[in-house]
């Protein structure tokens, strides 16, 4: 592995061109200073022991020190928006929720952060630097306010033991949208006829709280032709027929599947790991992650970790193919951070190409870079004895993608804040609710905050 500290990054005249950008930092040595970062826990150990490495190769080439607590995923999206809400924060947290940087940089309450973004924007995805390309709704335009440094898909994730004891092989999946799903739900009954009672097909996530559950809806909506629900000039499109098909089709077939007991029935209340948790006690024959949480987390028992399954998106019910919705973690600075210098310093050293990927390897390939070149460059990342990773990397990086809705839009943030499809979900899955008339009215509540974000046309 790489290790870069300034001794290591002199070692050698190779090596010693890359010392001078990584052992040069943004701030002087003269003026080091100390910058609070917070930080979200990992699934496995690994990703906290990388990002803790990767500050102490900063602190040492740049004099400065970088203050991080790492707080689990739940409690530090509370945290966040009770420090912003309150004005008391940090010089550094990543957007979680995903979304808060649409809505922190519509209200300006997130510092601009072009200029750190500048030194790697030729290698980023197109995707990756429209998820930071946030409106302001104070200065009536776009600009960069978060740092990109992961991207990440939806992948389904499938216990092949459990699909070969049911009678069928990995090769019996349809290539196809509902058919694919619903291969599970025959799964699920051969498994039933056999005695085991407490396994479920499907893995849905139909909470209305949590980031999961909203990236499921998107999948859905994406799969069944909705993908233009919002497009890049920010505006709303549930007028178009295609689009209202499509999004009613998202609330039907996953709330169908939960009432005809395919889904497990705690899953209307699943926070964004009890999936994984479920998934892991094989509860459930197959799961929808946006990442190797799933695979990372028990990546110390080598047999379970074989068994399971990871592949990319069905086909459209059409034989299209899907493009996955490539989110990306990001570095955020806001205002009223005492330190900016030294956070935006951290940040440039953060993304350079060899110093993330060092993070990402240490942290067992649980998140994609979102910048492809260095998969590309690096053979560690097509791996063939790591097939888990490989999917990824195909699926995440190198299958059509189109960026959150809440890129082109802070409302879909809101949306997503608000979980008005996944409302929509429990008015059909325990309110009896027929899903046209829950559609008509998460619609109309779309449309209504749709109207408070006017984002003006350059």
């Not at 599947?257 to 948790?277: E, Q, T």
């Not at 190198?398 to 499809?421: D, G, I, L, M």
Request: glycine fraction near 6%.
């Amino acid at each position: 592995m790489i290790n870069l500290t300034r001794r290591s990054l002199l070692r050698g005249p190779v090596v010693a061109a890359a010392a001078t950008t990584l052992a040069r930092p943004y701030v002087a040595n003269a003026a080091a200073k100390t910058a609070t970062a917070w930080w979200t826990q990992g699934s496995a150990e690994e990703e906290d022991i990388a990002f803790k490495k990767i500050v102490a190769n900063y602190e040492r080439a740049s004099g400065n020190t970088i203050n991080y607590t790492i707080v689990p995923y739940a409690p530090l999206r509370q945290k966040i928006v009770s420090a912003v809400t309150s004005g008391a924060v940090p010089d550094l947290f990543q957007n979680n929720p995903a979304e808060i940087i649409a809505l922190y940089a519509w209200q300006d309450k997130l510092v601009d952060v072009s200029d750190v973004v500048e030194t790697q924007k030729k290698e980023y995805t197109e995707t990756a630097l429209l998820t930071v390309r946030c409106y302001n709704n104070v200065e009536k335009k776009r600009s960069f306010y978060g740092v990109p440094y992961t991207v990440g898909a939806s992948m389904n994730h499938i216990w092949r033991p459990l699909v070969e004891r049911s009678g069928y092989q990995m090769s019996d999946l349809p290539k196809t949208w509902d058919a694919f799903y619903d291969f599970f739900k025959e799964v699920q009954k051969k498994l039933r006829a056999q005695g085991m009672r407490q396994v479920y097909g499907l893995g849905f996530q139909l909470a209305t709280i949590g980031g999961d559950s909203n990236a499921r809806f998107n999948d859905f909506v994406i799969a069944y032709g909705g993908q233009d629900i919002v497009t890049k000039d920010g505006k709303l499109h549930l007028t178009d027929p295609k689009v209202r098909k499509a999004a009613l089709e998202a609330l039907t077939y996953p709330t169908t599947a939960y009432k005809a007991g395919f889904v497990p029935p705690g899953a209307i209340s699943w926070n964004d790991f009890d999936d994984n948790n479920a998934f892991h006690a094989k509860q459930i024959v197959m799961d929808i992650e946006g990442s190797l949480s799933t695979e990372v987390a028990i990546i110390k028992n080598q047999q379970d970790y074989n068994d399971i399954v990871v592949m990319g998106l069905p086909l459209s019910n059409e034989g299209k193919p899907v493009p996955a919705q490539q989110g990306s973690l990001c570095g955020l600075i806001p205002k009223g951070a005492e330190n900016v210098a030294v956070a935006k310093d951290f940040l440039q050293y953060f993304i350079q190409p060899q110093v993330l990927n060092e993070l990402l390897k240490t942290g067992l390939g649980r998140n994609l870079p979102a910048m492809p070149a260095i998969v590309k460059r690096d053979p560690w990342w097509f791996d063939p004895k790591e097939p888990h990773r490989v999917a990824y990397v195909r699926q995440g990086l190198f299958s059509p993608a189109v960026p959150t809705f809440w890129t082109s839009n802070p409302a879909y943030a809101q949306v997503q804040n608000e979980h008005v499809w996944q409302t929509a979900w429990a008015e059909i899955m325990i309110g009896g609710v027929t899903p046209e008339a829950a559609a008509e009215k998460a619609f109309k509540r779309v449309e209504s905050i749709f109207a408070k974000y006017p984002i003006a046309q350059a």
